[in-house]
C-alpha cells in the first residue's frame, strides 16, 4: 500500500512538472553535454534533464516554480550560451 502511494505521489510530480527547451550554443562532443546535464542537474527545482548533441538542445523538466533565469544561469557555468526555444 506504502509503495503504491509513493509511487502515485511520484508520478503526480511529473505529471506537473515544467519543461523547457534550450538551445545551448558551442557544444561540439558528448563531453559538452555532459557537462551542461550535470550543470542543469544541479539547478534548484530541476527533476530531470536530456541534452542532445545532434540538435544541441536541452529538455529541462522542472516544478512549476523555478526562475528560468537560473537555468540560463546554469548553463553559463559550462562556458556555453543558451537560449529558450518554443
Avoid: Q, W
Avoid at 24 to 45: D, I, N, Q, S, Y
Amino acid at each position: 500500500m506504502v509503495r503504491v502511494l509513493l509511487l502515485l505521489i511520484f508520478c503526480s510530480r511529473l505529471a506537473f512538472a515544467e519543461e523547457y527547451k534550450i538551445y545551448v550554443e558551442g557544444m561540439h562532443c558528448p563531453l559538452c553535454t555532459a557537462m551542461v546535464r550535470k550543470a542543469l542537474l544541479k539547478a534548484e527545482g530541476v527533476k530531470s534533464v536530456k541534452v542532445t548533441l545532434k540538435d544541441k538542445i536541452a529538455r529541462v523538466k522542472c516544478e512549476d516554480n523555478v526562475v528560468k533565469d537560473k537555468l540560463l544561469e546554469a548553463v553559463a557555468t559550462t562556458g556555453y550560451s543558451g537560449v529558450f526555444v518554443p
